[in-house]
C-alpha cells in the first residue's frame, strides 16, 4: 500500500518537475535571444566608435610626426642663430683690433706727423734766424 501512494506522488514530482524544466529552457531561450540582440546592437554601435577611435590614433600619430619636425627644425634653427653669434662675435673681435690698430697706427701718425713738422720748423727758423 505504500507503494501506491509513493508511486503516483513520484510520478506527480517528476511531471511538475518536467514542467519546470520545460519553462526553464523557454525562459533560456528568451535570454539567449535577448543576450544575441544586446551583443548584435552593441556590437554595431561600437563599429562607428572604433573606427572613429582609430581615426584619432591616426590623427594623433600625425601630429606627434609633426611635432618632431618641428622640434627638429626648432634645433637645427638654433644651431644655425649660434653659429651667426659665434661669426658675430668673430667679426666684432676684429673690427675691435682693427679700431685698435688703427687707433695705434693714427697715433704713431700724428706722433711722426708732430715730431716732423716740429724739426721742419726747428730748421726752417734756425736758417732765417741764423741765416746760414
Known amino acids: 500500500m505504500n507503494n501506491q501512494i509513493w508511486l503516483p506522488l513520484i510520478g506527480i514530482a517528476v511531471i511538475v518537475t518536467a514542467g519546470f524544466v520545460v519553462l526553464l529552457i523557454i525562459d533560456l531561450r528568451k535570454t539567449l535571444r535577448s543576450v544575441d540582440l544586446l551583443l548584435k546592437t552593441t556590437e554595431e554601435s561600437l563599429k562607428p566608435t572604433l ?53 695705434i697706427q693714427a697715433s704713431g701718425l700724428k706722433a711722426g706727423i708732430r715730431a716732423g713738422a716740429g724739426v ?3 730748421n726752417l727758423f734756425s736758417k732765417i734766424g741764423g741765416k746760414k
Not at 68 to 87: A, F, H, P, Q, Y
Open 51 to 103: 573606427d572613429e577611435l582609430q581615426q584619432t590614433l591616426k590623427s594623433l600619430r600625425n601630429v606627434s610626426d609633426d611635432i618632431n619636425e618641428v622640434t627638429t627644425d626648432i634645433k637645427t634653427l638654433s644651431g644655425s642663430v649660434r653659429d651667426v653669434g659665434m661669426n658675430i662675435r668673430g667679426v666684432s673681435d676684429l673690427i675691435a683690433e682693427v679700431t685698435s690698430s688703427t687707433v
Open 120 to 122: 721742419l720748423l726747428s
